[in-house]
Structure formats: C-alpha cells, structure tokens
C-alpha cells in the first residue's frame, strides 16, 4: 500500500510504502523528528474525501517545533510531521485517495522552526444562563 510522509524538516511531501500489516504503533516511526518524539498522535479528516492526516496530538507541548499549514477548506496548522493515509469502509488503511500532488498543492511549510507558545489558544470558557 502506498502512503505520503509530509516531511515538514525536508519541506516536502513524498511517497512511500506501507506494509499492509501495518498497525497504529507503527504511526510513531514516521512522526518523530528530530525536535520532538511522538508520544500521542491524532488523525485529520481530510473533508470530502477518505483520507486521513496522522500528526503529534502534543504537537504544541514543546518549546519549538516545525509546523505545516493544510489549505483544504480551512487551514489547518499542524505540527512535527504527518502520515497521510486512506481508509476504507471497515476503517482499515489504505493508500490515499487525492494524489501526491493534490496534497503538495495544499501543503506548506513553515521556514524554520516555530515558537510553539505562539499558536496556543488559551481555552475560552463561556457562562451558562
């Protein structure tokens, strides 16, 4: 099966290959960098599609970290690397469905390292009436 590796210290997003026993402790290997390994991760739906985004679900919880932006729809930024897979109806992986290329005029980088303090929204609590 074939998957994309959003590489957010090379500034790419590149193919490889996934063994199809794959299982989710396999997900860390292709999150860690060289900043920050990964402990806990999250997947993004993709909307409109059966894709998945994997990332760093901590990806904020350190003092720096590489950050990409996702331009579907809304932008989403997200931090560390990214796995990109499909699944299918029983929620097994499977290779993607938009292209490599669909996801590299989508994605972008940030030029260097990111001040992580910068992108945390404190949480907003509203009072019940």
Do not use: Q
Not at 2 to 11: E, H, M, Q, R, V
Not at 35 to 52: E, I
Request: negative net charge; hydrophobic residues 40%; proline residues 4%.
């Amino acid at each position: 099966m074939k998957g994309y590796i959003i590489d957010s210290n090379l500034k790419g997003v590149f193919p490889i290959d996934i063994r199809s026993d794959m299982d989710y402790k396999d997900i860390y290997k292709y999150l860690h960098t060289d900043v920050k390994r990964v402990s806990a991760f999250d997947a993004v739906r993709v909307r409109g599609t059966n894709d998945l985004i994997y990332v760093d679900d901590e990806g904020l919880l350190t003092r720096e970290n590489y950050m990409f932006v996702f331009d579907h729809l809304d932008k989403h930024h997200l931090f560390g690397n990214g796995l990109i897979l499909g699944t299918d109806t029983e929620g097994e992986s499977m290779t993607p469905e938009m292209s490599l290329n669909w996801y590299r005029d989508k994605i972008t980088f940030a030029d260097e390292l990111v001040l992580c303090e910068d992108y945390l929204v404190p949480p907003v609590f509203v009072p019940i009436k």
